[in-house]
Nanobody, 115 residues
């Protein structure tokens, strides 16, 4: 069992920045892909950004050029730097990690962007 602990959410004005962090508990298996998803009220959970163990990344079109995902493999931690935030970025952000091809989710952290 792998636990994911997220931090860094909060309230910010439009145009501001936040940095999310997600630390995975130690596992005897290597962590494959790690990523961030978000879910706004009434919407389905959607991929925001994802990074593989080799460092390849992909982003949702809506966040390209504003958000940057990175990971520290030594610390089993993934980060999401969010710049130029917009009210439509408001959502609960969930960390996701694949360990031995099993997916795990964090508890979610609220990001609220005021206009």
């Amino acid at each position: 069992q792998v636990q994911l602990v997220e931090s860094g959410g909060g309230l910010v004005q439009a145009g501001g920045s936040l940095r999310l962090s997600c630390a995975a508990s130690r596992s005897k298996f290597s962590i494959n892909a790690m990523g961030w998803y978000r879910q706004a009220p009434g919407n389905q959970r959607e991929l925001v950004a994802r990074v593989t163990s080799g460092g390849s990344t992909n982003y949702a079109d809506s966040v390209k050029g504003r958000f940057t995902i990175s990971r520290d493999n030594a610390k089993n931690t993934v980060y999401l730097q969010m710049n130029s935030l917009r009210p439509e970025d408001t959502a609960v952000y969930y960390c996701n990690a694949y360990v031995n091809f099993v997916g795990y989710w964090g508890q979610g952290t609220q990001v609220t962007v005021s206009s």
